[in-house]
């Protein structure tokens, strides 16, 4: 373990001076300055603002990340709510122009509540303060990681005024790529374009890419629907949603017992050979003695506790013999008339379409200008460092920042990594194994095609970090998730029953055939078996 420690910072004190040297030279090669720039070299208090709100207690601190000389913007304690703003020196606009956010983010104790994002917030002239910045301070863009549950991504949300309405709304990216699982340093970068296209980035990889004025890309989409169902149009009162109705000349079978029991003795069975009738199934304890500090007037009468009769091991059962319960063949429950197609079904109703009177067209979003970056997060976590935090008008300037910055840090975390997993124990090599599966389940609920699964695998995901022997178990639970989407891609889905509204549903979805019942109700009674536990014999009832 020494003499690969001792290699790693040789090896990082070397990568420094390289990146150092790198980072001269790329920048004197470079065209442009960065628009803004804080790698928290220096402390941040003077040029930080810390809230005074009352609600954010966390204490943020100046420190260096773990295992380099390099400083960032450290979060303190764990469970807290912390707020932080840097007043930019120059207003930027955002509209018809490359922009560049890019900041650094090393979860050093890892991430499993919390957010770890940040905001470029509207000028001080759109009603708030340094002092009470909180969550309620405007912001143009929020971006960055947030993890808790079964959520799991690189946030990106645009707050766009409506021009008709005036109202502003924020605007979420779908499907946004996951946050990386491991303690390692990570970048994130988005970059806007003039031709209205967002691009994220994570470590310099294209993550995804999605288009501001795309219907598809936005939750809401920016631009509304340019028609609405009206608000006044009101369902006639004759109207009829129901598909199928219950027949009203069907009779009920004379021979239909509804009194009839689901279950009845089997008058077969014969009582066991050697059964103790006479033999309770439990004793008083001899063994048990009364306690001294016992007090039969504040405690009440003194009972030995109960065991299992000795007796009863030996023989078929004791107590009194009953026989056990069957299956009754003349059950069939309560009769319900079948189901006929309804002669006045007139489908699901729907209001008519009006124009939509907060409709509006745009070319390019109309971006608020940003004046300063702001902190405000809520973490379970302690140990998140924010560093190298980067606006800038070219994409060149921030692949440079990131490859001489970044990448270094991170290669020698990476190393460093891999040394630790190659000389610890089966355990810490079972760890690094499951780092790498999350990982790559990470990878799979990105999928835009798993996107209705996306939930459900990561909240297998969170499930499995939490608890790490369930590793193996929630990879196979992924796997089957997957394999089933393809069968149903392939063989097509069965089709969902018809939603009845209101009294309908109910009539509707209790009526079923006399002699018949459908697969869907079959469907719900075995998973209404499933899901309520089976009743354990007595040695009487056997």
Known sequence: MEKPLKGFKLQQLLGLLLAVACFTTQLLASDSDPVFFEPFNETFEGRWVVSEKEDYKGIWKHAKSEGHDDYGLLVGEKARKYAIVKELDDTVNLKGK???????????????????????????????????????????????PDKCGSTNKVHFILKHKNPKSGEYIEHHLKYPPSVPSDKLSHVYTAILT???????LVDGEEKKKAKFLSTEDFDPAIIPPNTIPDPDDKKPKDWDERAKIPDPHAVKPDDWDEDAPMEIEDEDAVKPEGWLDDEPEEI??????????????????????????????????????????????????????????????????????????????????????????????????????????LIADDEKTAETYRKTLWKPKFEVEKEKQKAEEATAGPSDSLSGMQKKIFDLLNKIADVPFLEAYRPKILGLIEKAETQPNLTIGVLVSVTVVIFTIFLKIIFGGKKAAAIKPGNDASTAGASNSGHEKSGEKEEENEKEEAAVPRRRSTRRET
């Open 98 to 144: 490359t922009v560049v956010l890019q900041y650094e983010v090393r979860l050093q104790n890892g991430l499993e509540c919390g957010g770890a994002y940040l905001k470029y917030l509207w000028p001080q002239e759109a009603g708030w303060t340094a002092k009470d910045f909180d969550n309620e301070s405007p912001y143009s863009i929020m971006f960055g």
């Open 194 to 200: 003039p031709d209205s296209v967002l691009r994220i």
């Open 284 to 389: 008083d304890d001899p063994d048990a003695t009364k306690p001294e500090d016992w007090d039969d007037e504040e405690d009440g009468e003194w009972e030995a506790p109960k065991i299992e009769n000795p007796k009863c091991e030996i023989a078929p059962g004791c107590g009194e013999w009953k026989r056990p319960m069957k299956r009754n063949p003349a059950y069939k429950g309560k009769w319900h008339a079948p189901l006929i197609d309804n002669p006045n079904y007139k489908g699901i109703w729907k209001p008519q379409e009006i124009p939509n009177p907060n409709y509006f067209e745009l070319e390019a979003p109309e971006f608020e200008p940003i004046a300063a970056i702001g902190i405000e997060i809520w973490t379970m976590q302690d140990g998140m460092l924010f560093d190298n935090l």
